[in-house]
């Protein structure tokens, strides 16, 4: 998929969220990210996005926001994870004991072999979504399409081999993943050390997609849109 088609696919769901009369904001702005998270219901912001931690810069992460008039109705977040020769365990195994310690060590104890495996290279990990409640509105209305936003815009910003997430085990069973725009879905995904972080747990999910299968999902959607 070329980036002419990406540019195009883009429009389509940008046009479907415009006939909602909903639009998107991108912030590489992070002094103003909590402040507007905060206005979308979200009280908080995980380690590896938290400004005050994580040090970005708009070569390693963005957000993405949904607005309806001047509201903020929900929002997410993108990250760079450019592994190099690590491996995606190795690079959990490694951050999760600094990013949610304890008195027993902390972190990710183990991960699922798939992802040990399989997942390299360049990667985007999705995170802080969240809605105001009331405001995500069917799938196909709203979530599907700000989510394949994200994700193209990930890919034309960092050209990313993998995109990914976690999620808890009620958005599974409800398949958001397939909303979310993900191939592959791996359950308890990795295991956390006792005591579990209060946010995290070890029945997550990953979801996620290699660029080739990502591609083919949104070539799919392009095939929807009427666009020139």
Request: proline share 4%.
């Amino acid at each position: 998929m070329n980036f002419l088609e990406l540019g195009k696919t883009l429009s389509g769901h940008l046009n479907t969220l415009s006939q909602a009369g909903l639009q998107v904001e991108m912030f590489t702005d992070f002094e103003k990210v909590p402040e507007t998270a905060a206005r979308t219901g979200r009280k908080f912001q995980m380690p590896c996005f938290a400004i005050e931690r994580a040090d970005h810069t708009r070569n390693s992460a963005f957000w993405l926001f949904l607005k309806d008039g001047d509201s903020y109705i929900g929002g997410a977040a993108s990250m760079l994870q450019d592994l190099g020769r690590e491996t995606l365990a190795d690079y959990l195994l490694r951050t999760s004991r600094h990013h949610f310690p304890n008195n027993a060590g902390g972190g990710v104890e183990s991960v699922a072999e798939p992802l040990a495996r399989e997942v390299s290279g360049r990667l985007a990990y999705i995170g802080e979504l969240n809605f105001l409640p009331g405001h995500r509105g069917k799938r196909a209305e709203r979530l599907e399409p700000f989510m394949r936003i994200l994700q193209i815009l990930t890919i034309q910003k960092w050209d990313v081999d993998w995109i990914y997430a976690f999620i808890p085990d009620r958005h599974m069973q409800a398949r958001l993943d397939l909303v979310y725009g993900f191939s592959r879905a791996i359950p308890r995904a990795q295991k956390w050390r006792a005591p579990e972080p209060e946010v995290r747990s070890s029945t997550e999910w990953f979801v996620g997609s290699s660029r080739l299968e990502m591609e083919h999902m949104l070539q799919n959607d392009l095939t929807r849109f009427d666009v020139l």
